[in-house]
């Protein structure tokens, strides 16, 4: 089973590259932001929540996500392997992810970074809002708080995939075939 977490600061392209991921290599999608976003519209408990948490730039709470894509994965039995986009975002929540897995029989294979310099970030989120509606994206002290919590909570995750020998960097900048080509290589030469 092919387990990729796709990971990278907001604004990176995980979204747009996990699309791409998911059509070469038969995977299934599991994006947080996604999943949050549906239990927001549909106004469930879990997404008001979460909405909370989101309109402020901050972090799901971990049991709360960690159940939730729990759940997530459980539907998709038969499935080839995941591509998880946005989790884990904390080294709690890749131990509980590992701890999972394992109990299903399977790992991650590998974690692929998408290397992207903030400037950069900050100019794709306030175009994504223009283009998507995202009001998280649109607002600069909101766009910064992303920023902050991904470097203060979020990248440490990078070691903990490091030290199991299964991180990759990427670079992140150029045209979207450009980018996809170099995740190709990271997996089909792993």
Not at 62 to 68: K, L, Q, R, S, Y
Not at 84 to 95: E, L, S
Request: aromatic fraction near 6%.
């Amino acid at each position: 089973m092919l387990n990729i977490v796709l990971f990278g600061p907001p604004g990176a392209g995980k979204g747009t590259q996990s699309e791409r991921l998911i059509g070469r290599y038969n995977l299934a999608h599991l994006s947080t932001g996604d999943i949050f976003r549906a239990n927001i519209k549909g106004e469930t408990e879990l997404g008001l929540l979460a909405k909370s948490y989101m309109d402020q730039g901050n972090l799901v709470p971990d049991e709360v996500t960690i159940n939730m894509l729990k759940s997530e994965v459980l539907k998709h039995e038969n499935a080839k392997g995941f591509i998880f986009d946005g989790f884990p975002r904390t080294n709690a929540q890749a131990q509980a992810l590992d701890s999972f897995l394992g109990s299903i029989n399977t790992e991650i294979t590998m974690m692929i970074g998408l290397e992207v310099a903030e400037d950069e970030l900050r100019d794709r989120l306030r175009k994504r809002a223009e283009v998507s509606g995202r009001p998280d994206d649109a607002d600069p002290q909101v766009i910064q708080n992303r920023i902050n919590v991904y470097k203060n909570e979020t990248a440490p995750v990078k070691d903990y995939y490091e030290k199991q020998g299964k991180y990759i960097a990427v670079d992140g900048i150029g045209s979207i075939d450009d980018i996809s080509d170099r995740l190709y290589a990271a997996i089909d030469n792993n």
